[in-house]
């Protein structure tokens, strides 16, 4: 009988730990800060004075763009803004007395989705784009996948990480995006 009275009161105990909080998901992949520039990514380089130095330039494999007068100038880890400073401190060192030079980007890398579906692959990334949107421009789902998460891989610093999100987060260029088959 006692030994029933104390099953009776650490059951819900436990059943209470198994609960689902209802908070929402936390996210091994960094969602916050400024848009970091890497190969792939298309910008516009503005030298104010000097049209023909204004262009668009590529950021190459080594992480850099290739400038007239200046040669490469690198830019991958860095923002717009950074390169910009970058760019005109090696004009600045013997080229232009006071350059003002700015930096956008044309055209952002691009980012890669596979899996359940409809075309797996590379697509151009628009600002401000989530994976139900990425899910939208490779053809909506397929008829076996799972339709409530996805997983993303992103490059943070020198490292790969995963995580597994809800359909609403928020994707940045050169994530690649797996949506997986559901299993009945």
């Given at each position: 009988?006692?030994?029933?009275?104390?099953?009776?009161?650490?059951?819900?105990?436990?059943?209470?730990?198994?609960?689902?909080?209802?908070?929402?998901?936390?996210?091994?992949?960094?969602?916050?800060?400024?848009?970091?520039?890497?190969?792939?990514?298309?910008?516009?380089?503005?030298?104010?004075?000097?049209?023909?130095?204004?262009?668009?330039?590529?950021?190459?494999?080594?992480?850099?763009?290739?400038?007239?007068?200046?040669?490469?100038?690198?830019?991958?880890?860095?923002?717009?803004?950074?390169?910009?400073?970058?760019?005109?401190?090696?004009?600045?060192?013997?080229?232009?007395?006071?350059?003002?030079?700015?930096?956008?980007?044309a055209e952002y890398r691009p980012f890669f989705i596979q899996g359940a579906?409809?075309?797996?692959?590379?697509?151009?990334?628009?600002?401000?784009?989530?994976?139900?949107?990425?899910?939208?421009?490779?053809?909506?789902?397929?008829?076996?996948?799972?339709?409530?998460?996805?997983?993303?891989?992103?490059?943070?610093?020198?490292?790969?990480?995963?995580?597994?999100?809800?359909?609403?987060?928020?994707?940045?260029?050169?994530?690649?995006?797996?949506?997986?088959?559901?299993?009945?």
């Amino acid at each position: 009988m006692r030994r029933l009275r104390i099953s009776l009161i650490l059951l819900p105990l436990l059943l209470a730990g198994c609960a689902h909080s209802g908070a929402p998901a936390t996210y091994l992949v960094e969602q916050t800060g400024p848009y970091l520039l890497d190969s792939g990514d298309v910008l516009r380089v503005s030298v104010y004075g000097d049209p023909s130095l204004t262009n668009t330039y590529r950021v190459d494999d080594s992480g850099a763009i290739a400038m007239p007068l200046v040669g490469a100038v690198p830019a991958r880890g860095i923002t717009t803004t950074a390169l910009s400073q970058r760019v005109a401190s090696a004009l600045a060192a013997g080229f232009m007395r006071n350059p003002n030079v700015a930096v956008e980007v044309a055209e952002y890398r691009p980012f890669f989705i596979q899996g359940a579906v409809g075309s797996s692959g590379q697509y151009p990334y628009v600002y401000g784009m989530t994976v139900r949107a990425a899910i939208s421009a490779a053809g909506g789902f397929s008829d076996t996948a799972s339709r409530g998460t996805a997983t993303i891989y992103r490059r943070q610093n020198d490292e790969m990480v995963k995580g597994n999100v809800e359909l609403d987060f928020p994707i940045q260029p050169g994530d690649t995006i797996v949506i997986s088959e559901r299993w009945l």
